[in-house]
């Protein structure tokens, strides 16, 4: 079902790609912006590589690899493995296709060129006609001071580590906004929070200068759980980005199950999305004050069907 909605996505990598192309198809036309964190990013051997901006570009050019969660289908790696041949510390790994895209980013980043303007050439000779925007031109890390009293950026705890050292405080950049996402919001008359991380994706978006308040007046405000508790996983991408998630969310006091996560987001929107198969936890959503809409979280075509008809107030 189209709508004339004009619609904002605020996304991290997983979530986003995944919901980001159905999305652009149940709401027709140029009708979506997708503003995907730029918290997770980082330097690989000297190229600007970013994680969430990436995946969502590939998933809606129709070459992300949706099993392993990251990257371009049909990937190889001889270039990070001669890496390590040759000795080098290469724990995060990106594919000799990927690569590419970073070597040309990097270049125009270094000739003074903005990551949004970077972006959106680089989008178009994908073939891409959505608005896929970074959050921020500048750097802005996520970080985590964790229980042993290290502090690691993102990547750092994700990949090298795997997620296993507990986290004591997300540490979020306060950066600013693109001027082009900021743009897309306020142009908005919807904005959908992806089932993507409360915290390291969506929450390191909100924590940009504006940004929190500029999604606050737009009129119509949805977010999508990005826990489904009745679930069976038997993917070990799957399941290291879960852990994470239970990481993350329990040092903010928070437990990895939508109606906790419901409250999180009962200040900023008024209705959440979550699996039909969690109905249990209808109750605690409607306590936070938010209006409880149960669908297939699984399911991206029924998802985007679902979330069109609420941007279309159906």
Known sequence: MASRAKVALLAGGLGGARLAPALCQALGGHRLSVIANVGD????FGLRVCPDLDSVTYALADCWDRE???????ETFRVRDALVALGANAWFSVGDADLALHLERTARLRAGESLSAITRELSRRLGIDVAVLPASNEPCPTRFRLRDGRILEFQQWYVREGARPEVQETLLSKGTPARAALEAVDGADAVVLAPSNPVTSVGAILALEGMWEAVRSVARRIAVSPVVVGRTIDNPAIEHHQLARRRVLAAEGLEDRPGSIAGRYADLVQVFVLDHRDGGETEEVRRAGLEAVATD???????A?????LVAGS
Do not use: F, H, K, Q
């Open 41 to 44: 990013d980082l330097d690989w």
């Open 305 to 309: 069907e679902t979330l069109a008809g």
């Open 68 to 74: 392993r969660g990251w990257g371009r289908r049909g």
């Open 297 to 303: 979280v699984l399911d991206d075509r029924r998802l």
